[in-house]
């Protein structure tokens, strides 16, 4: 295991949440004990159970929505939050419990050696976690295959919301962020800019409760939503435009 050194830059580990009291408690623990030095923040999607009140007991920093914006809005919140408090990295990681935090060094530690902009928990690179739903399992590569071709290099994982990036990649996502499922559609837009993205392989956990949502009609769904949505990016001059020079 990458060990996480104490001269790593400042770094937030972002933990969109909704409704999940059940594992909030248990993922801030164990994130705090491999990453110790960096920030934690949860962002309490309008959520009807304890996940907020738990998240304060913990000692993290919580930003309670006054209601539900979904994922895209919930981790967009955690981005501002990043840009506004000068975080140089910024390491997304679901509340669930599928994300390993044993894993977090190994994505910071690419990001902190320049090795991309934005660095990817894979869980399909070896093949060894593969959904045991076959409509699942279709839906995704789907969904991978066409994010592949539109980002012009293989990705493996799109639908993964575990991901580590700089300061430059924060500030973009904290501006413009996709909302209905932002993982495959925001891999494209930073490709298309020029930033640099990896992936890395994670054997990720089960989950501690809750299903899934991904099936094979909402891959093809949102494979048809990534398409039409680059396309329509492509008519325009810039997603991102650059600063004037002085």
Do not use: C, W
């Amino acid at each position: 295991m990458v060990k996480y050194r104490m001269d790593h830059k400042k770094t937030l580990i972002i933990i969109p949440a909704y409704n999940e009291s059940k594992t909030i408690g248990s993922v801030i623990d164990e994130v705090r004990k491999v990453v110790s030095s960096a920030d934690i923040v949860v962002v309490n999607d309008g959520s009807s159970d304890d996940t907020g009140p738990i998240s304060e007991l913990k000692g993290v920093f919580v930003l309670n929505l006054p209601y539900n914006l979904g994922i895209g809005g919930a981790v967009q919140t955690g981005y501002k939050f990043a840009a506004e408090r000068g975080y140089e990295i910024a390491v997304q990681v679901d509340a669930d419990g599928q994300h390993p935090p044993k894993a977090i060094p190994a994505l910071i530690e690419a990001v902190h050696n320049d090795e991309a902009d934005m660095v990817i928990g894979s869980r399909y690179m070896e093949n060894e976690d593969r959904d045991p739903s076959l409509a699942r399992n279709l839906g995704k590569s789907l969904l991978s295959g066409v994010v592949s071709f539109l980002a012009g290099q293989t990705i493996t994982d799109s639908s993964s919301g575990f991901r580590a990036m700089n300061q430059g990649v924060v500030h973009v996502l904290a501006s413009m962020y996709p909302r209905d499922y932002p993982e495959p559609e925001s891999v494209v837009l930073l490709t298309r800019e020029k930033f640099r993205v990896k992936e890395i392989p994670v054997r990720m956990n089960r989950r501690m409760a809750g299903e899934s949502s991904i099936t094979l009609s909402k891959g093809i769904y949102y494979v048809i939503k990534v398409i039409v949505a680059t396309v329509i990016d492509m008519f325009e001059e810039r997603i991102f435009p650059e600063e004037p020079e002085s």
